[in-house]
């Protein structure tokens, strides 16, 4: 089994995962699959610009250099994608304190969509403050 294929296999399953979570009902699993996603696309873009053995990571003489954006563009995308997931978890918590659900459709199977339920209802009325 080549190294290629073993990659590509870990590649495509965390992706078949992060989809999977991504279809889910709840909030979190798809804020899990959102993450999932964002790793594989960074392994994929970092496997992309191949990983050298005994290269430079500087130019100074002739031989073999090693390439530096992928590793600049994974770094910037694991920054970036922490703070979208933050952003993303944020929203999450927004949405379920404002439609007592956290569905992603904001309403729980089974129930009308109006329908709050008695854990989040208080005097103040549905969503908390009034």
């Known amino acids: 089994m080549s190294m ?8 495509g399953f965390v992706t078949a995962c992060g989809i999977y979570l991504l279809l889910r009902g709840r ?3 798809v804020v899990l699959g959102l993450s999932l996603i964002g790793y594989a696309v ?3 873009i970092f496997l992309m610009g191949r990983l050298w053995t005994d290269a430079l990571p500087i ?8 390439d ?3 590793q600049a563009l ?4 694991i920054v970036i994608g922490f703070a979208t997931t933050g952003f993303v978890i944020e929203l999450a918590l927004r949405s379920r304190h404002e439609s007592g659900s956290d569905h992603v ?5 089974g129930h009308a969509p109006g329908y709050v339920s008695p854990a989040s209802s208080s005097a ?3 969503g908390g403050r009034a």
């Open 4 to 11: 290629e294929f073993l990659m590509a296999s870990g590649i």
């Open 27 to 29: 909030t979190f699993p």
């Open 42 to 44: 960074n392994v994929f």
């Open 59 to 66: 130019l100074v003489d002739e031989g073999p250099v090693a």
């Open 68 to 70: 530096p954006l992928p």
């Open 74 to 77: 994974v770094l910037t995308a």
């Open 105 to 109: 459709d904001g309403h729980e199977p």
């Open 124 to 126: 103040d009325g549905p």
